[in-house]
């Protein structure tokens, strides 16, 4: 049956005609099994349930989010259920991943309690460190209460003698990105955090993983603002201004040359900083002073290069539900009617040449879709790698991009990455979409219908062998997201004259891709 549906896609493939493919709302039949009330307030037994397979993911972890609300229990006693699953060798992979999401979202848990809950999963290896900040992005904006409260709860944490270095920044990561605090909760944070933190090392850490992920440059300086006065001695607020904005340069200088400007004004900004703390070190200036000049240098600059984290010319906000923001041109483009490069889905460089035998995730000397190496579902397509001789599924339940195998994220820095695929039908859903053509080429305009910005999308084909197909009559644009329904596919958005929708596609294949970020 696979052999049939493969040769239905080339044909489908061929003809351009995506009423054969899998649209993002279809991923895989959902399954739907109704628990008795009884098996709801049963941790035990939803566990259970999705062991065996009778829950979908979102039911799975709505199920269990009741369960250890409605459980009869102290904190301990919850916390040590959930960490049980998560030790647990009969528990399918599904199921911890579920048990921790689960556990973000609950009301009945304390902050503290799920942040121990999240480095137990780290070390058992249920997740990855880098795998830390978005769960408790989760549990930050399942924090209920008056925003002191959860400033409160955030800040103990990040105190607690007991909470790793590498927790602290995954914390500073999550509060920066979670939607439910403010930037001045965010900026009191930053300064609890480095007054928490025992050496200029792991001070200087937090400072960058601040700026890193704030999406405007007038917050970044906020930040190193912040930073610098919660630091004990004149001296390492001196040094640390300057390697905060040295990697602020930086991470600017990757989004390319159009903000040149920006980076020239951070390099006299910081040369100016530097001579001040040279008279200090020189005994011609007074430390307290050259302190409060330096933080109006960086007044200065924040006045001179705006708050817009480069939005003017890198990012449109279309108002979308999410936040998300959408790049202006694609990946390796120099201007938004331009085409840019081809990506196969999973690998950060464009080549000369796409099939399953160039295929990055690919055994060795291996040339079709059973030998996938990375980024493999419970399909049924025993047929692969992913299961052994038994049928046994044995493959990395790995359903989106890391960061290192995202094209826009190698490309552009931490900040930017590929969409989703709900957010590819989020901004299918909530603009206006109208063909036309730009730089005599044609392309989509997408407009917001919340507040009228817009993108262009040029159709610009794709790549199959050598051959660039299609160029000028169609767009299809990668998202971050497997397909679900079969491993040796991955979503895309796909658009012609006339229509527009998300579709499922070989991953061995050259789309383009429109980076997104916060």
């Not at 109006?296 to 817009?308: C, P, Y």
């Amino acid at each position: 049956m696979k052999r049939i549906q493969s040769i239905l896609f080339a044909i489908a493939m061929l003809l351009a005609t995506p009423a054969f493919f899998t649209s993002c709302q279809e991923d895989a039949p959902d399954i739907h099994y109704t628990l008795s009330v009884s098996v709801i307030n049963d941790f035990t037994k939803v566990v259970e349930e999705i062991n065996k397979g009778k829950l979908d993911h979102e039911e799975a972890i709505r199920k269990l989010t009741e369960a250890i609300d409605k459980m009869n229990a102290d904190q301990q006693t919850k916390l040590q259920a959930i960490i049980d699953v998560l030790n647990s060798v009969n528990a399918t992979f599904e199921t911890k991943l579920a048990a921790i999401e689960a556990a973000m979202k609950a009301q009945t848990l304390s902050f503290e309690g799920k942040l121990a809950l999240l480095e137990t999963a780290v070390k058992n290896q249920t997740l990855k460190q880098e795998e830390m900040a978005g769960k408790l992005i989760t549990a930050i904006n399942n924090l209920q209460g008056s925003m002191e409260a959860k400033i409160a709860a955030i800040a103990e944490a990040i105190n607690s003698v007991n909470t790793t270095l590498q927790s602290k920044l995954a914390l500073i990561e999550a509060a920066i990105k979670a939607q439910t605090l403010s930037l001045e909760a965010k900026l009191g944070l930053i300064e609890a955090a480095i007054k928490a933190l025992p050496d200029y090392s792991a001070q200087l850490e937090a400072i960058k993983t601040a700026i890193e992920n704030l999406p405007d440059y007038g917050d970044k300086l906020a930040a190193i603002e912040a930073a610098i006065k919660a630091m004990p001695n004149y001296s390492d607020k001196f040094d640390a201004v300057v390697a905060a904005l040295n990697a602020m340069k930086a991470q600017i200088e990757a989004l390319g040359t159009g903000q040149a400007g920006i980076v020239n004004a951070i390099n006299n900004t910081t040369a100016a900083i530097n001579s001040l703390i040279a008279a200090v070190n020189s005994g011609n200036a007074d430390t307290a002073a050259a302190l409060a000049q330096i933080i109006q240098k960086l007044e200065e600059l924040k006045d001179k290069i705006g708050g817009g984290g480069g939005s003017t010319e890198e990012y449109v906000d279309l108002g979308l539900p999410s936040g998300i923001k959408w790049a202006k041109r694609n990946l390796g483009a120099s201007k938004p009617s331009d085409y840019g490069d081809y990506y196969a889905w999973g690998e950060t460089e464009p080549k000369a040449e796409y099939t399953w035998a160039t295929y990055k995730w690919m055994q060795a000397g291996q040339s079709d879709w059973k030998h996938i190496t990375k980024y493999t579902v419970a399909d049924g397509q025993t047929e692969g790698i992913w299961y052994d001789a038994g049928g046994t599924f044995i493959g990395d339940n790995k359903t989106t991009l890391e960061a290192a195998d995202d094209a826009a994220t190698r490309k552009l820095g931490s900040l930017w990455r590929m969409p989703t695929k709900e957010e590819i039908r989020e901004l299918l859903d909530h603009c206006t979409w109208n063909w036309t053509t730009q730089d005599g080429k044609n392309d989509y305009e997408v407009k917001s219908k919340t507040n009228g910005n817009s993108i262009f999308l040029p159709a610009a084909g794709y790549r199959l062998g050598s051959v660039l197909d299609n160029a000028g009559s169609e767009g299809r644009y990668w998202s971050g997201s497997l397909s679900t329904a079969y491993s040796d596919n991955a979503r895309y958005l796909y658009f012609a004259s006339g229509v527009h929708d998300c579709y499922s596609n070989y991953r061995y294949y050259g789309f383009s891709v429109r980076p997104v970020r916060p």
